[in-house]
């Protein structure tokens, strides 16, 4: 079985300032992880994705996050929130190969100027 | 320009009636998915089709049904015995179910009269 925990439903910040969205997961096998952003009344688009090749995973836009292990968590950060980084952020797990993707309920991220 | 299209993207459900949404793909890809979104639900499973002519069950199959008879094409009936259809329905693809990346069109919003 395999789950996504996403801690709190929205987050705020002002432009210019950190952006951290925590993720924790669940899977009985080593997962693989995804983050993706969705745009008002569009579909997601993928961020990042962990395949265990580096813990440390770069994306688009200027998001990175980072795997624990030890902690199951896979946060996504960005030095630097810009107006346009307003979104609903999703993560997603995928355990064995022919699994399904399994998505947290998303954080919304507000940027104030 | 590959990728994936949804048609339409509004759509209008009467009591009693069943409805198609239209999903295809140029990406050349086996998997395809689809998504209901409700507001902090995140994303959940109606069905997923890991090759032509044969689909599976996700975790909200109840009141939908596919088809898959052409690799490029997985349309979505959402039938009368789904009592709640107001929804965003989302369509995804990947080269293969599991670990791969999935790729989204933009989504259609079905509302009932």
């Known amino acids: 079985a395999q789950s996504v925990t996403q801690l709190g439903s929205h987050v705020s910040v002002s432009e210019g300032a950190l952006v951290l969205l925590r993720c924790n997961y669940s899977s009985s096998v080593p997962p693989y992880l995804f983050w993706y952003v969705q745009y008002p009344n569009q579909g997601l688009q993928l961020l990042l994705k962990?395949?265990?090749?580096?813990?440390l995973v770069k994306g688009i836009n200027g998001f990175e996050a980072e795997f624990k292990k030890s902690e199951t968590s896979f946060h996504l950060t960005k030095p630097s929130a810009h107006m346009s980084d307003a979104a609903e952020y999703f993560c997603?797990?995928?355990?064995?190969?022919?699994?399904?993707?399994?998505f947290g309920k998303g954080t919304m991220l507000l940027v104030s100027p | 320009d590959g990728g994936i299209t949804q048609s339409p993207k509004y759509l209008f459900r009467k009591e009693g009636q069943n409805v198609t949404l239209s999903c295809e793909q140029n990406?050349?890809?086996?998997?395809m998915y689809w998504y209901r979104q409700d507001p902090g639900q995140g994303l959940r499973l109606i069905y997923y089709s890991q090759i032509v002519n044969d689909f599976q069950k996700g975790d909200i199959a109840e009141g939908y049904s596919v088809s898959r008879e052409k690799k490029e094409s997985f349309p979505l009936t959402v039938t009368s015995a789904q009592k709640n259809p107001t929804a965003f329905y989302l369509c995804?693809?990947?080269?293969?179910?599991?670990?791969?990346?999935?790729?989204f069109g933009p989504g259609t919003r079905l509302l009932v009269l």
């Open positions: 990406l050349n890809h086996d998997a």
């Open positions: 997603a797990v995928s355990g064995y190969v022919g699994s399904t993707l399994t």
């Open positions: 962990y395949t265990s090749a580096a813990t």
């Open positions: 995804a693809s990947s080269i293969v179910s599991g670990r791969e990346t999935q790729y």
